[in-house]
């Protein structure tokens, strides 16, 4: 943290390593409560390999929130666009 935060104002670092921590507790929140996270892992069957997907998904959809992002890696949601020629 010294290395990425150390280097601020006065204060500056000390607010950006609370927005890490702050957005570190939002993210393992949401994935201890979101079902559609647990079904996405199953299938995925690592967190490594659920996130490689998630990030190709936000390369190629526009998406509302991960929750639709989860529920499209499980295979719950289908999504029927062209083929690109």
């Not at 921590?21 to 690592?46: E, G, M, P, S, V």
């Amino acid at each position: 943290m010294e290395h990425s935060y150390g280097h601020g104002k006065k204060y500056l670092a000390t607010n950006f390593i609370l927005l890490t921590f702050l957005a570190f507790l939002t993210d393992q929140i949401a994935q201890r409560l979101d079902a559609a996270f647990d079904r996405a892992l199953t299938y995925c069957k690592t967190k490594k390999k659920l996130w490689e997907k998630v990030r190709q998904v936000f390369d190629l959809l526009p998406c509302m929130s991960m929750n639709v992002i989860y529920r499209f890696k499980a295979k719950e949601i289908k999504v029927d666009f062209p083929l690109l020629e």
